[in-house]
């Protein structure tokens, strides 16, 4: 894998990477999670372990945990290529710039998130240049997309280091979203309203200081993507940019489907060649409505320490002991 290239990218693709899986997060949010609940389905990924069929009992700390059931566990990806880009070889696939894990719990009503930092450390799959697992190291969990087919087998190579990472939970399904998808969402919704506060107008004339447009097209991810001679240039100036953007972008989505029942489909459709997914089409359109009432938990960002690593770049190291707790919170219940 050529690692040096993929992280030349990441400035620029990987600011839209995370935008078009939160947009994916808010759709399942207003839209309505869409899935068949845990209990009424046959696990779908059979190296996972069974969490029906028995009772698991975990300890911890001295206290007795069950594991908890009717959960759906929804691996949210961004990742950092064009759609319709080949894989050369089985360790090109694109790096994973955004991971959300959403948790749908339908007996407490209530759906969970864990967003997951693109940079931290934790055991991955390698893969050799012809597909063969050359083992395991540990490494920034984005790159563990970056080995397998650049499509499915990246996927659960992917969902594979998630579920490691969090003490082997099992991760039933995965939307994984290429780039070039947010002009189509954002056209998708008619547009969103924004006044600029930089000057863009070196990118599109009319995007100039102070002016109210409503973007279209390559001008949504002009707003949402450049960084560079933009402003002050800093991540945090554009990462507030995202979060205008995806509040408005979110609510025009959400109107448009409490008006039109059959917009879930239609925006499926639309954004299925961007979309690698092991979830069905009529399942997603089935459970459209199901979950459009829960509780939105608070977002659960694990803790941990950022550091420059020996090869220079950056390495997130999580907090194994508060992350435990935070999994025995999310998916198991105390034994009394």
Known sequence: MNRNWDRKKRGVQGAVALLIAAVILALLYQGGLWLERRNQKPETRGDYRQRYA???LVEYD???YRERKNLTTILLMGIDRASGVESSSYRNGGQADFLRLLVIDSAQKRVSQIQIDRDTMTPITVLGVLGNQSGIRTSQICLSHGFGDGKEQSCELTANAVSNLLFGTAIDFYIAMNLDGISVLNDMAGGVTVTLEDDFSALDPTMTKGTTLTLMGEQAEYFVRSRMNIGVGTNEARMK????????????LDGRMRQEQEFVGTLYD?????LITNISRGRLI???WASR???????IEPEGTHEIGA???????IDETALQQEVLELFYDRVE
Do not use: C, K, W
């Open 241 to 252: 940019r995202q979060q205008q953007y995806i509040a408005q972008l979110t609510a025009l």
């Open 62 to 64: 001295g206290v007795s």
């Open 270 to 274: 639309q954004l299925e060649p961007y």
């Open 311 to 317: 090869d220079g770049f950056m390495q997130f190291h």
């Open 286 to 288: 089935n459970e459209a």
């Open 54 to 56: 028995y009772d698991t």
């Open 293 to 299: 009432d829960y509780e939105r938990a608070a977002l």
